[in-house]
């Protein structure tokens, strides 16, 4: 092989390498440590971020795992503020894996865009760290495409001696907003809930995130519920209060009435009408007839 093939030769080699390594850095996810090194017996804010500088590539899903070196250490973990409002796979901690399938109906695209925050409260100086598993997006192109997303190990220092802020304190007492108004949408598949009506409901805080839900059915205990609730009186004549609390307390409220009795009595009375007036223009016709 002469020198003009071989370095011909290496090059395209080398162009084969590197591809996947530009591919990968447009979409990356990483750790947004806060401004103050993590401190023993404080909770501090730690934000899981993505990077998709290639706005000709928007994402709208995204799904994976994070692997944390000290799980007892972790507070809680909030959604508040993230690019994401639909939450297939809530971001959730077992035993040292948080795992997480977040959505949004719109692409986004651009830098430091706010997945979820992590709330640590180090209980020794032992550093701590985060590994990104099986991290991957889906492009917002009508097909649904998958790619990977790079994501490099991040460890955080732990200092002993402890400072007067408490980050998730701070972020909980500043917020007095309500979460967000939402929809109640009833619904019912056969593939689902053994085919019984059920109620879904989404609602978003930007501030602290969504706590908890609770749902009231007339007739029935409060329950604490994810976003979907089976409704207990099948016969849809019952009232549902949903209760949607964020991490600092504040709470917002829907209601839904579901009189279904009504709503077949003015289909019956609908039909009915139509049935009568379809024979009273049958007779006034035939009566023309006869006439002629």
């Known amino acids: 092989m002469d020198i003009k093939n071989k370095t011909l030769y290496l090059t395209s080699l080398l162009a084969v390498f590197l591809l996947p390594v530009f591919y990968l850095q447009a979409l ?11 401190q023993v017996g404080k909770t501090s804010l730690v934000k899981i971020l993505l990077e998709n500088k290639d706005k000709t590539r928007e994402i709208n899903a995204l799904e994976g795992k994070i692997k944390i070196s000290s799980s ?6 909030i959604t508040g503020g993230s690019i994401f409002n639909l939450w297939p796979i809530k971001p959730s901690l077992d035993k040292n894996i948080i795992a997480f399938a977040g959505g949004t109906q719109s692409g986004v695209f651009g830098g430091a865009l706010n ?10 100086t032992e550093a701590i760290q985060l590994d990104f598993e ?5 492009l917002n192109d009508g097909l649904g495409t998958k790619v990977v997303v790079a994501g490099l190990p991040v460890k ?3 200092l002993k001696t402890p ?14 907003l309500a979460p967000q108004s939402f929809n109640i949408d009833l619904g019912k598949d056969l593939t689902l809930y053994d085919g019984k009506y059920f109620i879904s409901f989404y609602s978003s805080d ?14 029935f205990e409060t329950v604490k519920s994810g976003n979907v609730y089976v409704l207990q009186n099948q016969k849809l004549t019952s009232t549902v209060k949903v209760k949607a609390i964020d991490n600092a307390g504040n ?13 077949w009595l003015k289909t019956i009375i609908f039909v009915v009408l139509v049935i009568v007036a379809g024979l009273v223009g049958y007779l006034i016709i035939k009566i023309k007839r006869r006439k002629s």
């Open 206 to 219: 930007n501030e602290s995130g969504i706590k908890d839900y609770e749902v009231t059915e007339s007739g």
């Open 115 to 124: 997945v979820f925050t992590i709330a640590i409260k180090p209980k020794t």
């Open 72 to 77: 007892d250490d972790v507070v809680s973990i």
């Open 156 to 158: 955080l220092s732990v």
């Open 251 to 263: 709470e917002r409220i829907k209601t839904i009435k579901l009189n279904s009795g009504s709503n």
């Open 163 to 176: 400072n007067n802020d408490d980050e998730l304190s701070t972020l909980v007492s500043s917020d007095d």
């Open 134 to 138: 099986g991290v991957s997006a889906y």
């Open 28 to 38: 990356t996810i990483t750790v947004q440590p806060p401004q103050q090194p993590l």
